[in-house]
């Protein structure tokens, strides 16, 4: 095995380690009231940790939310308390589940 095949193959650990650490920091979220702004779902979530961003998912044709969201936590540890504390909390007068 030569340097460069060694370089090579810590370059790829150290590409697929951080995709995975990108995914396992993202929380599904559904039950969203249909008024829900991406703001108001972040700072809901921060009660946990620290928010990256949250985006909140349009229906493609009539460009209404659909009642499901995305949050990016700073950590897989964030996610996980927040799947733990947030999920069948209520925001906006609905209650959300998170995975």
Same mark, same amino acid.
């Given at each position: 095995c030569?340097?460069?095949?060694?370089?090579?193959e810590a370059t790829q650990v150290l590409e !697929? &380690?951080?995709?995975q650490r990108a995914i396992s920091s993202?929380?599904?979220?559904?039950?969203?009231?249909?008024?829900?702004m991406p703001q108001t779902l972040g700072e809901h979530c921060q009660t946990v940790g620290e928010v990256r961003y !949250? &985006?909140?998912?349009?229906?493609p044709d009539s460009k209404a939310s659909n009642g499901t969201g995305k949050v990016d936590f700073d950590s897989?540890?964030?996610?996980?308390?927040a799947i733990e504390e947030l999920s069948d909390s209520w925001l906006?007068?609905?209650?959300?589940?998170l995975q």
């Open positions: 030569s340097p460069a095949d060694e370089s090579m !697929a &380690t951080q995709v993202k929380v599904f979220i559904s039950g969203l009231s249909l008024e829900t !949250a &985006t909140i998912y349009m229906d897989e540890v964030t996610a996980k308390r906006d007068g609905h209650q959300i589940k």
